[in-house]
């Protein structure tokens, strides 16, 4: 259980162009989904939170004009990447988070993320 | 500001030795503390999760443990399977958000 697909998982594209990633919860449904981004040999670093139906809250630093975030289901989340350059290339992964109407869990079930290369 | 050191950053093992990394951190309002383990090219396995200090818990090789400040994931006899970089993350109270350590790069040579 608990299994999040991310598509495309390898993208190769041109300078200026837009990039949509997208990410599915598979067998669960997911109030809120998470996009980071991991470059060579560093840790995840988180570019923006996603509530189903709701605007996408940003981390400092990052660009909402050009990191467009969509979660128009519980189950799908989308991350467009606006006029690419070489310095957006990097590793994109998204996490959902279990729907909890309990005690709180807060496990962040991770894709298998998607490595863009903008050339 | 909130952080997390994990420690050592590397560390070889031979198959059947068995070790302990650490993890630091200080974050306020502590939800509760993730693992994760990380394969190349791969996204975060959950591996985790504890929610207050003292709580262990345990998976084939693996065991993690919680204290106020500190996180351990000890690994017993480990094989070269588990070779992996391991990813601690406490949840910031309040926000919910994972805050990553580095990770250790963990090598078990056969």
């Known amino acids: 259980g608990a299994v999040v697909s991310q598509h495309p998982s390898r993208v190769i594209c041109k300078s200026g162009t837009s990039v949509k990633i997208e990410c599915r919860s598979l067998?669960?449904?997911?109030?809120?989904m998470f996009w980071y981004r991991q470059f060579p040999k560093q840790s995840l670093m988180l570019m923006a939170t996603?509530?189903?139906?709701?605007?996408?809250?940003?981390e400092q630093g990052v660009e909402k004009d050009k990191f467009l975030i969509n979660h128009a289901s519980l189950t799908l989340s989308t991350l467009t990447v606006t006029s690419a350059h070489p310095e957006d290339s990097s590793f994109y992964i998204c996490?959902?988070?279990?729907?909890?109407?309990?005690?709180?869990?807060?496990?962040?079930?991770f894709g298998p993320g998607t490595r863009l290369l903008v050339l | 500001e909130d952080q997390v050191t994990q420690s050592p950053e590397a560390l070889r093992l031979q198959e059947g030795e068995s070790s302990s990394l650490n993890c630091s951190y200080t974050v306020s309002g502590l939800r509760g503390l993730f693992w994760y383990r990380q394969d190349p090219g791969k996204g975060p396995e959950f591996l985790f999760t504890?929610?207050?200090a003292g709580e262990e818990k345990e998976k084939e090789r693996l065991k993690a443990t919680l204290t106020k400040k500190e996180s351990f994931l000890h690994i017993t006899a480990p094989k070269p399977e588990d070779s992996a970089t391991y990813l601690c993350?406490?949840?910031?109270?309040?926000?919910?958000?994972?805050?990553f350590g580095k990770g250790t790069k963990l090598t078990v040579n056969p």
């Open positions: 993350a406490p949840s910031q109270g309040g926000s919910e958000k994972l805050v």
């Open positions: 067998d669960f449904q997911a109030t809120t």
């Open positions: 996603s509530n189903e139906g709701s605007k996408a809250t940003y």
């Open positions: 996490s959902a988070r279990y729907l909890n109407r309990g005690k709180y869990q807060g496990t962040q079930y």
């Open positions: 504890l929610y207050s």
